[in-house]
């Protein structure tokens, strides 16, 4: 089915793929994980043949996306439908709960159980679709404000160094375009000023003579109830999860 809506890019949708679409949302389908990879690559081709009714379902769409998210056998096809999201999908009409899906993703990137190589292949390919897509600033400053200069530390501590393990034909596109993004004069003018040299009357200890790493950052760790409950979305009018 999904390849069929696919060939329908440019034509927009019929009456008949738009009375599936809220079927395909129902959480009792997400909740069976064998379904997780059709429903996905059935809704990346809804978001590119009609974004506009994807859009106005934006919520509901969010939260199959947390379901697939919260599932570790999952969580990789979740990458592909957020990469999707971005780049099909105008920032402001995510711009309500974009802060709530970054904080999802970097609280996952500091936990050493779930930061596997899948998982920071799908990380990277989101940061890459959306500077590719959008620019730097809209999701600098979102991390910016859960700590500063957050989105410089990712960069240089987890985008750049892993930057050749995407290998998707689409995934090495876009790192290529947010490259190009860093790349420009507007990217680096922005880009904080380097911290002063230390007393010369001091000594630096070994690892600032070498130039220290900046820390990832210490974001709070989610209750022991509700594993999402302090970086779970906003309640979609079909709430996934609990």
Known sequence: MAQLL????????????RSLFKPVLTPALWM???NVPSLVRLLVAYLKVGPE???ANM????GCWQSAFATPST???SFDLLSVIVTCIPLESIQAQLAHVVRLLLTS???KKKRTRRFTQGFLSFL???VGKHGHGQIAAIMGAMQPNL????AEQVWVPNMADITSKEGKKASLLAAASCASASFFSSCPAAPPPPPSSSEPEPDEAKGSTLPLPTLPEPSSNSPNQDTALPPPPVRLLS
């Not at 696919?6 to 793929?17: C, N």
């Not at 989105?151 to 990712?154: A, E």
């Open 75 to 77: 969580s990789g096809h």
């Open 53 to 55: 009714i994807c859009v």
């Open 151 to 154: 989105f410089w530390q990712l």
């Open 109 to 111: 990137l500091m936990d």
């Open 32 to 34: 069976t994980r064998g």
């Open 59 to 62: 919520s509901p769409l969010l």
């Open 6 to 17: 696919e060939l329908r890019q440019g034509t927009g949708l019929s009456d008949a793929y």
């Open 128 to 130: 890459s679709n959306i």
